[in-house]
């Protein structure tokens, strides 16, 4: 009964579209009772399904459709000495109740394809940028991914943490371009990220394997004929100390990314270097010392959230052209609410409403809001990160896992 209930009435959102085909049928009605001689509005019946099929699903647009022609037939033979229609008008009003029955039933197969590629692009992405627990590997953090085109809903942007036995480490970068061939360079070093990012104790090797992994996606691209196959990527790698260690420092690599800001009650810094590496996809055009650049190693605050931005928001732009002002938005809302940097939802958030304020609205690319901080210090947090480091004793010939039965890969 509620199946057959949605397939007339459409669903709850959609539900009040028979409202406008149903005061349309009743003032055409009551417009041509009211009306005596020749002039008769009777055929006007015939936009009644029109509309219904715009707004309805297929059974609400088949029932206004014989709803159009029962009350034509109804009104037209109500008077006996005044002018009728007769049968071309209602030849009219039939044909046109059957082509709006045909017309909601494409439009039906329309959107339940848009729908199945928006679930396609959703599923895509969600496989590639996986979901993060609320606090992991001893950070607390939060995001907002909002694409320039709402419909694909596919972009390339990045990011992800990735818990080690020797820190966690987290990723945000930006995939020159849009589209699948974007989301697919994103999930080659994402899936770099967290394979090298688990097992290499040294930040500047998970980097080369990184730029590595980029080089070779070239090198496919390249043989596989296709026209962006000299992508690049910007992208800023963070390394955070161990949890419940007492180290107040981080590590950073910059691919030609925009340094992060720290946050905190006290103000707003940037976290700049006095150099950083060209984006991936690009160290050929290096020097050779360049390309290995280790970490800058900058202090980090217990009270201090890391915020990550892609240049969705850098260069966002209003009406007059000026770019979004990110530092100076930053201080502001700080200066509001000092509380706001605890918060790594409230803080991207905060740094969402003001961009979308300062363009109207209008997204020129894809954006992403990446906030992380250091979570404070539990016995619940801290053993399961350091438990991860007795996959790093297992040798390579090993066969079962020491006290366990299952073949479970290892966590994250």
């Excluded at 029109?50 to 014989?66: D, Q, S």
């Excluded at 339940?112 to 590639?128: E, G, H, I, K």
């Excluded at 950083?276 to 202090?299: C, D, I, M, N």
């Excluded at 480091?389 to 890969?409: F, K, V």
Aim: glycine residues 8%.
């Amino acid at each position: 009964m509620d199946r057959a209930l949605v397939v007339i009435l459409g669903r709850p959102r959609r539900r009040l579209g028979w409202l406008l085909p149903l005061a349309l049928l009743v003032v055409v009605c009551f417009a041509d009772w009211n009306t005596s001689g020749d002039f008769r509005v009777l055929s006007w019946l015939v936009v009644v399904p029109v509309v219904a099929a715009a707004l309805c699903p297929v059974g609400t647009t088949a029932l206004f459709a014989v709803a159009a022609v029962v009350a034509y037939a109804v009104v037209d033979q109500a008077w006996e000495h005044e002018f009728r229609a007769g049968l071309p008008d209602f030849i009219l009003v039939s044909t046109g109740g059957l082509l709006a029955v045909a017309a909601a039933w494409l439009r039906r197969r329309g959107e339940r394809r848009a729908l199945s590629v928006q679930n396609v692009a959703d599923t895509t992405r969600a496989t590639v940028i996986r979901p993060l627990p609320p606090s992991w590997g001893g950070l607390l953090h939060a995001h907002i991914y909002l694409p320039a085109d709402a419909e694909a809903r596919l972009g390339g942007d990045f990011y992800d943490i990735q818990p080690s036995p020797w820190g966690t480490r987290a990723l945000l970068g930006d995939v020159q371009g849009k589209g699948l061939g974007a989301v697919a360079v994103a999930a080659n070093l994402l899936g770099t990220f967290r394979e090298a990012g688990f097992h290499q104790p040294d930040l500047r090797v998970v980097a080369e394997r990184m730029e590595i992994r980029m080089e070779r996606n070239r090198l496919y691209e390249q043989a596989m004929g296709y026209k962006d196959g000299d992508r690049f990527a910007t992208a800023v790698l963070l390394d955070f100390p161990p949890p419940g260690s007492a180290d107040g420092y981080i590590d950073v690599i910059n691919f030609g990314h925009d340094p992060p800001f720290a946050v905190s009650a006290r103000g707003v810094r940037r976290l700049d270097a006095d150099s950083s590496r060209l984006p991936l996809g690009l160290s050929e055009l290096a020097a050779v010392s360049e390309r290995s650049a280790g970490p800058y190693r900058v202090p980090v605050a217990e009270d201090e959230t890391l915020l990550l931005t892609t240049d969705g928001v850098t260069e966002a732009r209003d009406r007059a052209g000026d770019f979004f002002p990110l530092a100076e938005a930053l201080e502001a809302a700080v200066a509001e609410d000092p509380q706001l940097a605890d918060s790594p939802y409230r803080l991207v958030r905060a740094v969402r409403d003001r961009m979308l304020r300062h363009v109207y609205g209008r997204l020129q690319d894809d954006t992403t809001i990446f906030a992380v901080r250091i979570a404070a210090p539990s016995a619940e947090s801290v053993p399961s990160v350091l438990s991860l480091t007795r996959w790093t004793e297992i040798s390579p010939s090993t066969t079962a896992l020491p006290g366990r039965q299952d073949s479970t890969e290892p966590p994250g």
